[in-house]
């Protein structure tokens, strides 16, 4: 069960309006927040001593998610304009020199966590080709998009990326109320269709289903852009 009917057809409405690309029915699953979709993308698509790519500075909290995977954590510098994207190249030629293909970078890309910064476009696009070229699944935390106080946040790059390369994790943390334990994750629909189908959805059914259909009501009379702005 990808979750509630409700909160589904808002988020892929919502989205399709402000990023604009549409999201498939089998492109989008809710999760118990953030972290519950981080851990649930590593124990599905990696496996302990795979090599994954963060920057560096990250999330220290991620960070803990993926060495309770076993993951060999690389890191990729951040300089004043973000993810380094030289250094992101040179370590995937360096990775796969010594025959390791890693299988995933996780990127805050949009107000990144702790440095603030947010990717240039012409970095987002360079992420893209190298990603897809190496064929690395991007992990791109969009936790904090809807907090952009000058302007519109940039778009994801989710939005940009072709099919298969980029499972992007929302979350209502920032937007609504970290207590919820709320998000989704919008990706290809193979790894969206392994969450979907994997024994913890199985077994529940889905996840937070009241806390998800209360979120839907809410988001549905438009509560959800009046608190956006309201916080903004």
């Known amino acids: 069960n990808a979750g509630p009917g409700p909160l589904l057809d808002w988020l892929r409405t919502r989205t399709e309006r402000t990023e604009g690309r549409p999201v498939a029915a089998d492109e989008i699953v809710v999760t118990a927040g953030a972290s519950e979709a981080i851990d649930q993308l590593c124990a599905l698509h990696t496996r302990p001593g795979d090599a994954a790519l963060v920057e560096s500075p990250t999330y220290h909290l991620a960070v803990r998610i993926m060495r309770d995977h076993g993951l060999e954590l690389v890191p990729v510098p951040v300089d004043a304009d973000g993810l380094d994207v030289a250094a992101l190249k040179t370590t995937l030629v360096e990775l796969k020199r010594a025959g390791r293909a890693p299988r995933l970078l996780y990127t805050i890309p949009t107000f990144h966590n702790p ?118």
Do not use: M
């Open 115 to 232: 440095t603030g910064l947010s990717l240039s476009p012409e970095r987002r696009r360079a992420v893209i080709e190298l990603a897809a070229e190496a064929g690395l699944l991007i992990v791109e935390d969009d936790a904090y998009r809807e907090l952009a106080y000058d302007g519109e946040a940039p778009p994801s790059l989710w939005s940009q990326a072709p099919p298969g390369t980029v499972a992007r994790v929302g979350s209502f943390a920032k937007s609504l109320a970290p207590g919820l334990r709320l998000g989704w994750i919008t990706g290809p629909a193979a790894v969206v269709g392994r969450l979907v189908d994997g024994g913890l959805r199985t077994s529940g059914g889905g996840l937070n289903h009241y806390t998800a259909l209360t979120a839907a009501a809410l988001c549905a009379d438009g509560h959800f852009e009046v608190n956006v702005a309201r916080l903004r």
